[in-house]
Antibody, heavy 125, light 111 residues
Framework: EVQLVQSGAEVKKPGESLKISCKGSGYTFSSYWIGWVRQMPGKGLEWMGIIYPGDSDTRYSPSIQGQVTISADQSISTAYLQWSSLKASDTAMYYC??????????????????WGQGTLVTVSS | QSALTQPASVSGSPGQSITISCTGTSSDVGSYNLVSWYQQHPGKAPKLMICEGSKRPSGVSNRFSGSKSGNTASLTISGLQAEDEADYYCSSYAGTTTPLVFGTGTKVTVL
């Protein structure tokens, strides 16, 4: 059974750093793109970026580029989303999700077939 | 890349059919058959309902169907049930610079 399990809720102050995680199981983690999706309170879904754990090829949404860092450690089947200096506007639910991918071409089908349970990040002074 | 446009809300009575539209441009919805639809219940993670425009993943009820005409994709829910009350989001491939774009979301209410 494919599962994506995310780290727990976080409460941080502006200016602090944070790294949240997403651990995959039930499939070959290195062979599927993983994406991060933001949902601000009461708002819609926003794609942030994707990473191919096999070689750490990463693509960012232009609106997110430079604000976060996406990484992965295929040895422990885990992807990460990281901030170096949080802002109040980073308060949101963050989901990781697996992107449907062909193997071995790594061609993306541009839809998320499995989702993590979400990590709520609250940034407040 | 702007979000795809969806109606804010759609409602229907049990047993009825409803259709949610998702309007993009010739750079996204209109150029590719790569529209997907997600259902999100309150406090839950999204769930894939339709991929590649009209394909239903295993386990998704055949009451859900997807289609496209020009720059507008649609999700139809037939035989509406109370459990279908949720938010629905479309998504499309939008090119190499911004590969993915989501819709604005639609709240479905079962009267």
């Amino acid at each position: 059974e494919v599962q994506l399990v995310q780290s727990g809720a976080e409460v941080k102050k502006p200016g602090e750093s944070l790294k949240i995680s997403c651990k995959g199981s039930g499939y070959t983690f290195s062979s599927y793109w993983i994406g991060w999706v933001r949902q601000m309170p009461g708002k819609g879904l926003e794609w942030m970026g994707i990473i191919y754990p096999g070689d750490s090829d990463t693509r960012y949404s232009p609106s997110i580029q430079g604000q976060v860092t996406i990484s992965a450690d295929q040895s422990i089947s885990t992807a990460y989303l990281q901030w170096s200096s949080l802002k109040a506007s980073d308060t949101a639910m963050y989901y990781c999700a697996r992107l449907a991918t062909d193997y071995p071409t790594r061609h993306m089908w541009y839809y998320f077939d499995y989702w993590g349970q979400g990590t709520l990040v609250t940034v407040s002074s | 890349q702007s979000a795809l446009t969806q109606p804010a809300s759609v409602s229907g009575s049990p047993g009825q059919s409803i259709t949610i539209s998702c309007t993009g441009t010739s750079s996204d919805v209109g150029s590719y058959n790569l529209v997907s639809w997600y259902q999100q219940h309150p406090g839950k993670a999204p769930k894939l309902m339709i991929c590649e425009g009209s394909k239903r993943p295993s386990g998704v009820s055949n009451r859900f169907s997807g289609s496209k005409s020009g720059n507008t994709a649609s999700l139809t829910i037939s035989g509406l049930q109370a459990e279908d009350e949720a938010d629905y989001y479309c998504s499309s491939y939008a090119g190499t610079t911004t590969p993915l774009v989501f819709g604005t979301g639609t709240k479905v209410t079962v009267l």
